[in-house]
């Protein structure tokens, strides 16, 4: 199964020249990764790139204990090799680039994947957590997914029951619906790049965002991907989004089926993708249900408007199979804890949840499983973030909840004002009280302030990570909130005294929580209409999800 690669210009069959970039142009890759981290800033909350992306003086090596003899695996551009956290002691993959003596596609392979990943932070998604760039090379520093690929499952257990095939699927298709809703097409959708976070083998990320690459409405071109995978249009040289629906679906048929759909030399492989001829064993077809046939049949089209979207293949019958079975079996996710995390997130201060943020992406695999399933519960469409609708909806069949505590909430969590909640987000407000705060964890966020490497958190170092979304006048103001010696700047001992301090509300209950928050807000609202229209009524709108907001964000933060 292990297929050629292919990344050709036009149709399949004509190569890109090759064109050598050394010397003086060696900045050009350079340039190319500066424009890739400020684009990246339109996709993710400020510190949650500039906290992950370091340049010299930072050094990988500040940070990790690099092992290169410990290879975890090849790519394009060379092994890819162990590291550990110097801080958490948790052992990471890092995949390196050369900046030097690359080729143009190397060069596009480089800049597509890292732009691709830094704007990446979905459970089912593999994770990045941190780029360090010097002289000579990028490094990409990513979660070590322990379970190994999902070819490697299915080599050792041949064909799957369809109650696993279904489970498998609904994985696959959530990431790529995540995806697809950012506007990425992937273009290398197989087996290997799919792995397992660990030897449960319950739970899939995709990997590998080489071929990668954000979408216009434009159809593209360049033929990229893995042959025995590839959808008819990827060979004629004109697709969309949907070329990855067609490797979902080979993926789905060598999960049901046990085995390729299109075997054979390359020239016969490319027939039969062309022509939807795909291989039938009649005794093990005969075995399928009528809605896995259908499903196989929806994807396995050669016409790519006739194919399923990644949205309507979470909806057709045989996944919505997999999906009622698991709601009948599990409870929810949604407990007392998360929804008190959420509550404590919306009251914490705009420094202390740039601190969370910041410790979010320090977290290990299993703290983050902890509270995963909770967030995929309230992403109910499965597009991979949270909106104000689902949040009101889902929170209210929890919990006794206003309209205005909604907002509060998702206002507060909506790190880059962009009308949704990421997954990064959600586990920022788990750090406030469902997950445990270690030292280790804290220590970590605080070296990502600490941008110029003093020992201290300074009010340069915040205008760094937070940038634009902060005035120096605001900096020096949280800087005083930790500042426990007056001395202008944060230490270490001053950072974890102060983010563990608010542990003292831990054990206020979910009510207490929002009647607290609600009295807040009423006395601002009467304090606030009584200046304007003295001796009348303040009234609170009622929350519409499909209306905008009825108060500007500011106002919604009064319990800071």
Partial sequence: MHDEQLCQVGTVGHPEPVVHTMGNKQTTAKQDLKAVRERSLSKQALGQVTGRFHVLPHRIEDDYVLEPSQELGSGYNGSVFLAKSKDTHETFAVKPFRLYRITQAQKRELKNEVEVFLAMDHPHVGRL??????????????ERLEGGELFDRVTAIGRFTEKDAQDTIYQIL??????????????????????????????????????????????????????????????????????????VGVIAFILLMGYMPFTGSDDEIRAAITSGQYRIDKPRWEKLSENSKGFLQSLLVTDSD???????????????????????????????????????????????????????????????????????????DKSGTITMYELKRVLAERVSITDSQVLQIF???????????????????????????????VVAAFKRFDVDKSGYITV??????????????????????????????????????????????????????????????????????????????????????TQPAPAPKSRMCVLL
């Fill in 460 to 545: 340069g170092d915040l205008l760094q990570v937070m940038g634009s979304t902060m005035s120096k006048a605001d900096a020096k103001q949280l800087v005083k909130e930790a500042d426990i010696s007056a001395d202008g700047r944060i230490s270490l001992d001053e950072f974890i005294s102060y983010v563990q301090s608010s542990e003292e509300h831990a054990q206020m209950t979910v009510l207490e929580k929002l009647l607290e928050g609600e009295m807040a807000l009423e006395k601002a609202d009467a304090t606030t209409q009584s200046s304007r229209n003295p001796g009348q009524q303040t009234s609170m709108t009622s929350l519409d999800p």
């Fill in 306 to 380: 006739q194919r399923l979207s990644a949205e309507q293949a979470l909806q057709h019958p045989w996944v919505e199979e997999r999906n009622s079975v698991v709601v009948t079996e599990e409870s929810s996710h949604l407990d007392e804890a998360i929804v008190s995390s959420l509550v404590d997130f919306a009251r914490a201060s705009h420094f202390r949840r740039a601190c969370m943020s910041m410790m979010a992406w320090t977290l290990s695999n299993d703290e983050r499983a902890e509270v995963r399933n909770a967030f995929m519960e309230l992403d109910t």
């Fill in 174 to 247: 959530v990431a790529i619906n995540y995806i697809h809703c950012m506007g990425i097409v992937h273009r290398d959708i197989k087996l290997e790049n799919f792995l397992y976070d660990s030897k449960s083998y319950a739970h899939l990320k995709l990997i590998d965002f080489g071929f990668s690459r954000f979408t216009s409405n434009k159809r593209m071109q360049l033929g990229c991907g893995t042959l025995a995978y590839m959808a008819p249009e990827v060979l004629g040289g004109s697709y969309d989004l949907k070329c990855d629906m067609w490797s």
């Fill in 129 to 142: 957590r941190d780029v360090y760039e010097d002289e000579s090379e990028l490094r990409l520093v990513m």
């Fill in 411 to 441: 206002n507060a969590l909506d790190s880059n004002n962009k009308e949704e909640v990421n997954y990064s987000d959600f586990l920022a407000a788990m750090m406030a009280s469902r997950i445990a705060m270690h030292d280790d964890v």
